[in-house]
């Protein structure tokens, strides 16, 4: 199957900094890429969609300033949360698609820490 | 907008038995896909069976089956020979398939199941 790898799996950023994520599809190349973000014990919720070469789609309420996604090449998107605050700890999930009728295959996740 | 509705927060099961998560939805779609993801303690998401709308026959993998009744809007799942390693929560997940949205799936709030020894 498709493999996606995300990095960091884990990191700790100071408040008021900014930190990036990676998510990278492997052995295909994802015209469009998800971004979720999951509280614990909780369902996945979608921040945004982006399509290679394209400004992202965000969903209602989250912030595009604040959690900027690229999606410069057919296999890289990245997230990068400014001005992080201890609210931003979380889970954060990629998945990547790279047909109409193709599953979307996800990576295994970032978990985030704001202190 | 499309909506999925799991009613089992918490679901547990006895190791080879088997058990049944449940799974509603919402559409005025005709054409869509149906899937169950798990995610485990590590907390990967994993494609456990998908299931075409247009598709009457149920979707088997192995171990897990479906029961999809189109007209009631219910996408259930059935886990036979439970196995310890089934323990992890479950999400039903709903993705339309004429290209609304750039094709995102709507997730359920999940199930998690425990499997006893």
């Known amino acids: 199957g498709a493999v996606v790898s995300q990095h960091p799996s884990r990191v700790i950023c100071k408040s008021g900094t900014s930190v990036k994520i990676e998510c990278r599809s492997l052995d295909f190349q994802a015209t469009t890429m998800f971004w979720y973000r999951q509280f614990p014990k909780q369902s996945l919720m979608l921040m945004a969609t982006s399509n290679e070469g394209s400004k992202a789609t965000y969903e209602q309420g989250v912030e595009k300033d604040k959690f900027l996604i690229n999606h410069a090449s057919l296999t890289l998107s990245t997230l990068t949360v400014t001005s992080a605050h201890p609210e931003d700890s979380s889970f954060y999930i990629c998945?990547?698609?790279?047909?109409?009728?193709?599953?979307?295959?996800f990576g295994q996740g970032t978990r985030l820490t704001v202190v | 907008a499309q909506t999925v509705t799991q009613s089992q927060p918490e679901m547990s099961v006895q190791e080879a038995e088997t058990v049944t998560l449940s799974c509603t939805y919402d559409?005025?779609?005709?054409?869509?896909?149906l899937f169950w993801y798990k995610q485990p303690p590590s907390r990967q998401m994993i494609l456990v069976i998908r299931?075409?709308?247009?598709?009457?026959q149920n979707a088997t993998e192995n171990r897990f089956s479906v029961n999809f009744q189109k007209a009631a809007k219910s996408f259930s799942l059935k886990i036979s020979d439970s196995q310890l390693g089934d323990a992890a929560m479950y999400f039903c997940?709903?993705?339309?398939?004429?290209?609304?949205?750039?094709?995102?799936?709507?997730f359920g709030k999940g199930t998690l199941l425990t499997v006893n020894p």
């Open positions: 998945s990547a698609r790279v047909g109409v009728n193709t599953e979307a295959f």
């Open positions: 299931q075409e709308a247009y598709k009457q």
């Open positions: 559409t005025s779609e005709s054409d869509y896909y």
């Open positions: 997940a709903y993705r339309s398939a004429n290209g609304g949205s750039n094709y995102k799936l709507t």
